[in-house]
Nanobody, 125 residues
Framework: VQLQASGGGLVQPGDSLRLSCVGS????????IGWFRQAPGMEREFVSA????????LYADSVKGRFTISRDNAKNTVYLQMNSLKPEDTALYRC???????????????????WGRGTLVTVSS
């Protein structure tokens, strides 16, 4: 599974952004996808994940109620809608994939063996 994230940018607090994670290969549509982020000088942290079947989702407490993850398998794309952005959301965001047909949601980076280039989100006034 090959992945590419896009949609980042510089926004002000309270603004919204939608990130996209486009996958290539036949197995993307059968892969649980997770978003992780890493701020400068900080550990990588889990943001959200969506199962490949059944529509199950998982969110970090820090983004619950503000971020929404969704997927369009026909387009091989997973989206992360980010609303009410805060300066602490500033980070490099990267999408990851679990092995195909592993439907279980996970917040552990070690469960995601595939990743691609990230996209930078900067929230600043």
């Amino acid at each position: 599974v090959q992945l590419q994230a896009s949609g980042g940018g510089l926004v002000q607090p309270g603004d919204s952004l939608r990130l996209s994670c486009v996958g290539s290969g036949n197995s993307f549509s059968s892969s649980t996808i997770g978003w992780f982020r890493q701020a400068p000088g900080m550990e990588r942290e889990f943001v959200s994940a969506i199962a490949w079947i059944g529509g199950g989702t998982l969110y970090a407490d820090s983004v619950k109620g503000r971020f929404t993850i969704s997927r369009d398998n026909a387009k091989n794309t997973v989206y992360l809608q980010m609303n009410s952005l805060k300066p602490e959301d500033t980070a490099l965001y990267r999408c990851y994939a679990r092995r195909p047909r592993y439907n279980a949601l996970s917040s552990s980076l070690s469960d995601y063996p595939y990743w691609g280039r990230g996209t930078l989100v900067t929230v600043s006034s």
